[in-house]
């Protein structure tokens, strides 16, 4: 079973929440994600290696639910993240595991902290050309804001979709060309969801990789064991042949598919002796709960005071408060925000609602519950069918839906008689993008909807 959490990491003057994800039992793993993704799509792989350690799993400074890094950092400043992460929760030595620049991220932290990793497995380390540097230049991290008509959301839709098909992703010939193109939305989405959380932020934490020295550590340098493997169709499997020497104790290799690297990996880093992990610190205003009911069985997240009385539930298609009133305690509903959906088709009849914010309470100690105003409209109408589909037309959908609903009541009916008054502020799309992102993350807002009218 894989757990989430939160902990505050502190350092100087400064603390920052990181969000990571645990799964397994044995000695810990730390697994670093790719950019510009987050800890979720390690989710797979922690299953399965979950055996032979604990897994945790962080959201790297700046993408999925974790803060970003103060200033203008570079790759040492997220090497060294890495390593404050594992102070804050407990961990003095681990085993490593990072795909392509969350592996980058995991040499220059073997580098810089020896002492720290006992093991080290890496999905492609690129070694780039002039020539490709120069490729890259500054087209490949544009800078990535909301827009007021909700335009950015079709450039990174075409950008994560074609990103499988041509690398770089702007480079479209046939030079270069990938072998694992795909169309699924599904896919897509995913990519296109961890944009969305991270924001302008993917452009400092994904450029400093792109930026990063590849100094393969020399002969004489003290480094963990580490071997490096990519498989055919991974963009970076030629860059094997770029490594040049390295300690006695790296190794390098080419596989013939994904599963083929994951099983070289995981060979590699059980081969090594790693101190057993003990129990992980985590915030004590925010977390993850598990939750399971007749019609449901997840995590659901809160924020706020745990010893609180009043536990305050967010409207349809909305998510938790960022900063809940004093004593209080705001939850995501199932199918909402970042807690786990239902199993199944949402449930319409109050009861099994019901039944988990009973459970919610019972866990937190709450014992009062605050219900939201229900927007008028016909439920149907007021939250259309948001499924990702292969041109990303539901990104634009839901935008103007956010949009909209600030201008009329009910949204859909754009006409006088329907106007209502706002303040001009709420649609900066700064503030519509926090909107945006509660409304595609609640497949069951509906639902919910017509639950509480029948309660």
Same mark, same amino acid.
């Given at each position: 079973?894989?757990?989430?959490?939160?902990?505050?990491?502190?350092?100087?003057?400064?603390?920052?929440?990181?969000?990571?994800?645990?799964?397994?039992?044995?000695? &810990?793993?730390?697994?670093?994600?790719?950019?510009?993704?987050?800890s979720?799509?390690?989710?797979?792989?922690?299953?399965?290696?979950?055996?032979?350690?604990?897994?945790?799993?962080?959201?790297?400074?700046?993408?999925?639910?974790?803060?970003?890094?103060?200033?203008?950092?570079?790759?040492?400043?997220?090497?060294?993240?890495?390593?404050?992460?594992?102070?804050?929760?407990?961990?003095?030595?681990?085993?490593?595991?990072?795909?392509?620049?969350?592996?980058?991220?995991?040499?220059?932290?073997?580098?810089?902290?020896?002492?720290r990793?006992?093991?080290?497995?890496?999905?492609?380390?690129?070694?780039?050309?002039?020539?490709?540097?120069?490729?890259?230049?500054?087209?490949?991290?544009?800078?990535?804001?909301?827009?007021?008509?909700?335009?950015?959301?079709?450039?990174?839709?075409?950008?994560?979709?074609?990103?499988?098909?041509?690398?770089?992703?702007?480079?479209?010939?046939?030079?270069?060309?990938?072998?694992?193109?795909?169309?699924?939305?599904?896919r897509?989405?995913?990519?296109?969801?961890?944009?969305?959380?991270?924001?302008?932020?993917?452009?400092?934490?994904?450029?400093?990789?792109?930026?990063?020295?590849?100094?393969?550590?020399?002969?004489?340098?003290?480094?963990?064991?580490?071997?490096?493997?990519?498989?055919?169709?991974?963009?970076?499997?030629?860059?094997?042949?770029?490594?040049?020497?390295?300690?006695?104790?790296?190794?390098?290799?080419?596989?013939?598919?994904?599963?083929?690297?994951?099983?070289?990996?995981?060979?590699?880093?059980?081969?090594?002796?790693?101190?057993?992990?003990?129990?992980?610190?985590?915030?004590?205003?925010?977390?993850?709960?598990?939750?399971?009911?007749?019609?449901?069985?997840?995590?659901?997240?809160?924020?706020?005071?745990?010893?609180?009385?009043?536990?305050?539930?967010?409207?349809?298609?909305?998510?938790?408060?960022?900063?809940?009133?004093?004593?209080?305690?705001?939850?995501?509903l &199932?199918?909402?925000?970042i807690?786990?959906?239902?199993?199944?088709?949402?449930?319409?009849?109050?009861?099994?609602?019901?039944?988990?914010?009973?459970a919610?309470?019972?866990?937190?100690?709450?014992?009062?519950?605050?219900?939201?105003?229900? &927007?008028?409209?016909?439920?149907?109408?007021?939250?259309?069918?948001?499924?990702?589909?292969?041109?990303?037309?539901?990104?634009?959908?839901?935008?103007?839906?956010?949009?909209?609903?600030?201008?009329?009541?009910p949204?859909?009916?754009?006409?006088?008689?329907h106007?209502?008054?706002?303040?001009?502020?709420?649609?900066? &799309?700064?503030?519509?993008?926090?909107?945006h992102?509660?409304?595609?993350?609640?497949?069951?807002?509906?639902h919910?909807?017509?639950?509480?009218?029948?309660?």
């Amino acid at each position: 079973m894989i757990t989430r959490h939160f902990i505050d990491v502190r350092k100087d003057s400064n603390s920052r929440r990181v969000h990571y994800r645990k799964a397994g039992k044995g000695p &810990p793993l730390l697994m670093v994600h790719q950019s510009p993704r987050s800890s979720k799509e390690y989710e797979p792989l922690m299953e399965q290696w979950a055996e032979h350690f604990t897994c945790i799993a962080p959201d790297t400074a700046g993408f999925g639910q974790s803060e970003r890094l103060p200033g203008n950092p570079e790759i040492n400043e997220y090497a060294d993240s890495v390593v404050d992460f594992l102070d804050a929760i407990g961990i003095g030595k681990c085993a490593a595991y990072g795909f392509h620049s969350g592996g980058i991220i995991l040499v220059t932290a073997a580098k810089r902290h020896p002492n720290r990793i006992t093991s080290l497995a890496v999905g492609g380390y690129a070694i780039w050309t002039e020539a490709e540097k120069n490729l890259f230049g500054d087209r490949y991290l544009p800078d990535f804001h909301p827009s007021t008509y909700g335009e950015h959301l079709t450039w990174l839709w075409n950008r994560v979709l074609e990103q499988s098909w041509f690398f770089p992703w702007f480079a479209a010939d046939d030079d270069h060309r990938l072998s694992l193109s795909n169309d699924s939305p599904e896919r897509v989405d995913a990519v296109v969801q961890e944009m969305l959380d991270a924001g302008h932020a993917y452009q400092a934490g994904y450029g400093a990789v792109l930026r990063a020295s590849r100094d393969i550590p020399v002969d004489n340098t003290v480094a963990p064991p580490c071997l490096i493997s990519a498989y055919d169709g991974d963009p970076l499997q030629d860059h094997i042949d770029r490594l040049g020497r390295m300690p006695s104790n790296w190794a390098a290799q080419k596989v013939r598919t994904p599963e083929d690297h994951q099983a070289v990996s995981i060979a590699h880093l059980t081969k090594f002796e790693t101190p057993a992990c003990g129990s992980l610190a985590e915030t004590a205003d925010e977390g993850f709960i598990k939750i399971k009911t007749t019609g449901f069985d997840g995590l659901i997240h809160w924020r706020g005071s745990k010893s609180a009385s009043r536990l305050i539930l967010h409207a349809p298609g909305y998510a938790a408060s960022d900063a809940p009133a004093k004593e209080t305690v705001a939850i995501d509903l &199932p199918g909402h925000g970042i807690s786990d959906g239902w199993p199944a088709e949402p449930p319409q009849n109050w009861a099994d609602w019901q039944d988990v914010i009973d459970a919610v309470a019972l866990a937190l100690g709450t014992t009062t519950t605050v219900f939201p105003d229900l &927007p008028a409209g016909d439920a149907g109408r007021l939250y259309p069918d948001l499924s990702p589909d292969r041109f990303g037309n539901y990104l634009g959908m839901a935008w103007q839906i956010v949009r909209a609903r600030h201008i009329f009541a009910p949204w859909y009916s754009a006409d006088p008689a329907h106007e209502i008054k706002f303040d001009p502020a709420v649609l900066e &799309p700064e503030n519509l993008a926090v909107e945006h992102r509660a409304l595609i993350n609640a497949p069951a807002a509906r639902h919910y909807h017509l639950a509480l009218q029948s309660k």
